[in-house]
């Protein structure tokens, strides 16, 4: 079995920034993809950010409306991933989720946290 804990998230002025952190333990032989998911009220869960596994190399990629502002970022011997947003803005306000696709094809998620950002 494998656990997932986020913690991070909150209140912040526009403008501000925000750190959150996820970290997976358990039986994990091999991560290919972890990720940031976000859900703001009414809307489709979209993907924020993500580190995909490439053999030893490692590819990043972010959705265009963070690219510039977030940064994905892991420690692989940890399992965990950070995201720092910076320059945050009222439309970031969602509940975000950590994601992680194992090299087996398990899938897990983070339980959320809310960010809310405040004009």
């Known amino acids: 079995q494998v656990h997932v804990a986020e913690s991070g998230g909150g209140l912040v002025q526009a403008g501000g920034s925000l750190r959150l952190s996820c970290a997976a333990s358990?039986?994990?032989?091999?991560?290919?993809?972890m990720a940031w998911y976000r859900q703001a009220p009414g809307k489709q869960r979209e993907l924020v950010a993500r580190?995909?596994?490439?053999?030893?190399?490692?590819?990043?990629d972010y959705s265009d409306s963070v690219k510039g502002r977030f940064t994905i970022s892991t420690d692989t011997s940890k399992n965990t991933i950070d995201l720092q947003m910076n320059s945050l803005n009222p439309e970031d306000t969602a509940v975000y989720s950590c994601?992680?696709?194992?090299?087996?094809?398990?899938?897990?998620w983070g339980q959320g946290t809310q960010v809310t950002v405040s004009s």
């Open positions: 358990g039986r994990i032989l091999g991560i290919y993809i």
């Open positions: 580190i995909t596994s490439r053999g030893r190399l490692y590819s990043t």
């Open positions: 994601y992680f696709q194992l090299t087996d094809t398990r899938v897990y």
